[in-house]
């Protein structure tokens, strides 16, 4: 298929359409309204089910119904949205059903704004809702990685019987950029999963629930889903690699942050400074093992985000010490320029970092010093 | 250059009730009349100082900016909640919330419904203009059957997609509920009905007469894709027939209350 | 090679739309490109402005702090942007609508009276294609046939009356701002 040039957040949407998705239920929310209006006219075009609930929570448990049936559903929302789904959320990890998400962050906290943000990181790689429960996240930088994403999501989650979220920033989800999109998948697909509630005909009955009153019985379902989170830790690390190979400073970003980097990066390369970058798309489960291996050989890391450092937390989990990290953050919607973060790789080759170094508050007070 | 505008010829002038600061409004919608009238009923009430207004979250999330009084900001839907809880511990001041139909009719339907069975003394200004305005047009739970938003691009098709909500019908089955009437802001006749109602509404809670609303037929040319004027025409045309203009609900107290 | 280019305007003025022809023709001539609009709600007038980036190979930032091409199509927009130009940068600026000259002496500087342009070919919609065909004589990655051919696909068919007027408008631009370009003296 030819490369066209495709809005983010339309891409998404087309691109679970063609992935063979049976239902989209969600609400209004910007900036990721593209992504419903879309649905709103594909999905009854196409005879399949689309409802603008009324609300995130209804959404969500519409989504709840339908991922018991078996079917390939999804919604979308942005984070005050995303906010409202988290008990619907913890419900369909409890019940071990498969679902996509796809969160367009916003700036936070409360009602915020609309402009791009990472700064919900934690609410959706470590749980939100309720529970013992580990979500698949997957961040794409660019149009073309959202849309390979969504097939891929599906797949994901009716593999592992678990939430995969796609978590991008309104940026992504409103600029265009050229992608090919997938074939469409020939549909109706048949589901027909050992586990679907959809009607007994011919078989015994079945029940979804996430009810266990009895406590040894809930910790053997938390185990089987743990269980299930290791093989997920085992073989879905994704990341990509950008001038590695001959780097003593490394930059890991993710997302919009990672992509901003890439410019710094290769500005910094232009001034002879052996820097690479690291740039995780699994966000959860998340390439501890990949950047503890990078310490061998690098002297420090810059990590940069659009939050106040959450991921920076990960990053410190497979360090541990080792190397000296540097961090920079944008917070609110702020997006960084490259220019910034250019700045930030000579920082930290100048004054390089220690290892006994708080990175978060070294950079809070930076930046008090400098945005008033 | 000779005084034009004296003290004896003014006859139209920023309410008290209204800062200066210039709306955030398209030209041509209703949010301004409505603001405009709960302001001046405030003023002429004397109330000003003592009430609380409590944003909601559509294109009127920044009424405090527009009407001066305390104010609170509300989570999507969720005004009616915030209210009571300022009104039971502050029962002696005038608390309302000013909500779309996108956050009341839609996601707030379950905040609005129990402030009302539970007779809750506050007051709320409903802005109904069938479609969501904020976030760029799409359809809202009073969107007219047939009628073309961003989210029914084909027209609202009742089959899929429901029928609209009569929030003022709906609401006056409720006992808690004092004064439930529906006006509009089309023409000033209507305008100044509208205002009455308004009063009589802030009065019902001033004398703790339980729940009062006042919905209020408004437009969104914006939303709409009609001209300022277009957009009036239509709302009389199309709006009254789907959402009769009266009085739903007037409690016995109410009905005796002298105004 | 990378370039990024600033299109700025009032809501209206069809600067989103000039951006994506931008980006479609830089498409289909094989190389990266993105385009990010400045998003909001802007639906309610006000001013507009999109950034697009062209290059061979993947895309970092799609935004740039100092951009080495800009359009500016209103007064808001040069005073916004007029401080961020590279130097040496190139700055087309929409005469119609802007009452001053660029006060830096290190970029380039293009007047276009787009609006005029416009009205003499027929149509006032057309300055923004009037803009972009001046606009391209300081991005060289693309010809104004790349931007003709770019049109030539995407116009629905309902519009494709109006392919020969956008032509007449991307030509005219190119051959004012050619003829009218005051370069920078540093
Ligand atoms: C939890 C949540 N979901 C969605 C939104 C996005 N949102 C903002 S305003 C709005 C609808 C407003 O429509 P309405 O209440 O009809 O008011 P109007 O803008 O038309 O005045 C929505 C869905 C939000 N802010 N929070």
Request: one cysteine or more.
């Amino acid at each position: 298929m030819a490369r066209e040039l495709l809005k983010g957040n339309e891409a998404i949407a087309e691109a679970a359409i063609r992935a063979g998705l049976d239902a989209y239920y969600g609400y209004p929310i910007t900036p990721q309204n593209e992504i419903l209006e879309w649905m709103s006219k594909r999905m009854p075009e196409l005879g399949r089910a689309f409802v603008q609930a009324e609300a995130e929570l209804g959404a969500i448990n519409m989504v709840y119904g339908a991922a018991c049936t078996g079917a390939r559903v999804m919604t979308s929302s942005s984070s005050p949205g995303i906010s409202l789904m988290q008990e619907g959320l913890s419900y369909i990890a409890g019940t071990e059903v498969p679902m996509v998400l796809v969160n367009v962050m916003r700036g936070g906290p409360g009602l915020g704004n609309i402009a791009p943000s990472q700064g919900d990181y934690n609410q959706i790689c470590k749980g939100g809702g309720h529970g013992d429960y580990h979500p698949i996240v997957l961040a794409p930088a660019n149009i073309q990685e959202a849309v390979d994403m969504m097939p891929l999501a599906f797949d994901l989650a009716e593999k592992y019987l678990n939430i995969c979220c796609v978590l991008l920033d309104g940026s992504i989800g409103q600029m265009m950029e050229p992608a090919e999109l997938p074939e469409m998948q020939p549909y109706p697909r048949p589901f027909n999963q050992p586990w679907a509630v959809n009607g007994a005909i011919g078989r015994e009955r079945r029940i979804l629930t996430s009810i266990y009153l009895d406590p040894p019985e809930e910790e053997i379902t938390n185990l089987r889903l743990l269980k299930r989170w290791e093989q997920i830790q085992k073989n879905e690390i994704r990341y990509k690699e950008y001038y590695l190979e001959d780097a003593e400073y490394v930059v890991i970003g993710f997302g919009t942050a990672g992509r901003i980097a890439l410019s710094a990066v290769r500005a910094a390369r232009a001034k002879g400074i052996k820097v690479g970058l690291f740039r995780p798309i699994s966000l959860s489960p998340y390439p501890y093992k990949r950047i503890e291996e990078l310490c061998a050989k690098t002297q420090a890391f810059l990590v940069t985000e659009m939050n106040a450092g959450q991921m920076l937390e990960d990053v410190r989990l497979a360090v541990r010490g080792r190397v000296p990290i540097r961090f920079y953050g944008r917070l609110g919607g702020v997006m960084p320029l490259p220019d910034e973060i250019l700045d930030e790789i000579e920082q930290m080759v100048k004054h390089p970092p220690k290892a006994e170094d708080d990175p978060a508050a070294i950079w809070l007070h930076r930046m008090l010093e400098t945005v008033k | 250059m000779a005084t034009l505008v004296t003290p004896e010829n003014i006859v139209y002038k920023r309410p008290v009730g209204l800062t200066d600061t210039v709306t955030t409004y398209c030209p041509g919608c209703t949010h301004g009349i409505a603001h405009r009238l709960v302001a001046e009923v405030l003023e002429e009430m004397n109330v000003l100082d003592r009430t609380i207004g409590i944003a909601p979250v559509g294109c009127s999330v920044f009424a405090y900016n527009f009407i001066d009084c305390d104010f609170l900001e509300a989570a999507h839907g969720r005004a009616p909640a915030m209210a009571t809880g300022v009104k039971r511990v502050l029962p002696d001041r005038i608390v309302f919330t000013y909500q779309g139909d996108g956050d009341m009719a839609s996601i707030g339907m379950g905040e609005i419904v129990h402030a009302a069975a539970r007779g809750e003394n506050i007051t709320v200004i409903f802005i109904n203009n069938a479609i969501y305005g904020m976030t760029g047009g799409q359809m809202a739970p009073t969107t007219l059957p047939g009628m073309k938003t961003t989210s029914s691009p084909s027209g609202r098709d009742v089959e899929a997609q429901g029928y609209p909500i009569r929030m003022a019908e709906m609401l006056s089955t409720l006992d808690g509920a004092g004064y439930i009437v529906r006006r509009s802001l089309h023409d000033p006749a209507n305008i100044r009905k509208a205002k009455k109602a308004i009063r009589t509404a802030f009065e019902v809670q001033k004398h703790a007469l339980g729940f009062s609303m006042v919905e209020l037929l408004s437009t969104c040319s914006t939303g709409w894709g009609l001209t300022p004027v277009e957009s009036l025409t239509w709302l009389e045309e199309h709006m009254i027939p789907a959402f009769p203009l009266g009085d739903y609900k007037i409690s016995e107290p109410v009905a005796a209350l002298k105004i | 090679m990378q370039i990024e280019i600033v299109l700025a305007g009032f809501g209206g003025q069809g600067i989103m739309f000039a951006g994506q022809v931008l980006s479609y023709a830089a498409m289909e001539t094989g190389k990266e490109v993105t385009w990010i609009p400045s998003y909001g709600p802007e639906m309610r007038g006000g001013t507009a402005n999109c950034t697009v980036v062209i290059a061979d190979e993947e895309i970092g930032s799609p935004l740039v702090k100092n951009p080495p091409v800009a359009l500016v199509m209103n007064l808001p927009s040069l005073d916004k942007y007029e401080p961020l130009m590279r130097p040496g940068g190139t700055l087309v600026v929409n005469s119609s609508m802007v009452d001053r000259s660029v006060r830096r002496e290190d970029i380039t500087a293009i007047y276009i009276p787009a609006n005029e342009i416009a009205e003499e070919i027929g149509d006032k919609r057309l300055a923004n294609m009037v803009a972009v065909g001046a606009l391209l004589t300081a991005v060289s990655v693309l010809k104004t046939e790349d931007i003709e051919a770019t049109l030539n696909a995407h116009m629905p068919g309902r519009h494709k009356h109006l392919l020969p007027k956008n032509i007449e408008a991307i030509r005219k631009g190119y051959a004012y701002a050619q003829a009218h370009t005051v370069a920078a003296k540093a």
